[in-house]
């Protein structure tokens, strides 16, 4: 189950990898000390960051079989996911507004660059993280062994 929860764990950076290059292409990093509800570069980035440092831990858990690196993963990855979900909160309020472009409220491009998340990526990133930090806290308690 251990490298089950690996397989996960690189999917779901795969599509965070995919929604951080939307981001970046549709100008987030200008727009991120812009005013309005919006994902900040520090969220987005600090998301990132530990989620990546959590794999280094899983994966040397694997390596290694180190019960305390296992917990320390999935404590890391907890909080990987109340950021994620956060994130996730700023998005779906964006969602159900109506574009200020489609009303002429605003200049072209001011919108907020997350908007162009797919939903379809955002919702498999959202699901398989969900899966990973369950297959990480069932190995971390020993279940399966």
């Known amino acids: 189950m251990k490298w089950v929860a690996l397989v996960t764990w690189v999917i779901t950076a795969g599509g965070g990898f995919a929604l951080l290059g939307l981001w970046l292409k549709n100008g987030g990093m200008k ?8 994902i ?15 794999l280094v831990l899983w994966i040397i858990y694997v390596a290694g079989d180190s019960e305390a690196l296992a917990w320390g993963a999935f404590a890391v990855l907890a909080v990987v996911a109340l950021i994620g979900f956060s994130m996730l909160a700023i998005w779906l309020r964006q969602r159900s507004r109506e574009p200020a472009a489609a009303t002429g ?10 908007r162009q998340f797919p939903p379809a990526i955002v919702g498999a990133h959202g699901v398989i993280a969900a899966a990973t930090l369950v297959l990480v806290l069932l190995v971390a308690a020993g279940v399966g062994d």
């Not at 727009?31 to 919006?38: I, K, V, W, Y």
């Not at 409220?105 to 997350?114: I, L, Q, R």
């Open 31 to 38: 727009q991120s000390d812009g005013p309005g509800d919006r």
């Open 40 to 54: 900040r570069a520090t969220r987005i980035f600090t998301h990132m960051g530990l989620a990546a440092t959590g």
């Open 105 to 114: 409220a605003a200049a072209p491009g001011t919108e907020p660059a997350e």
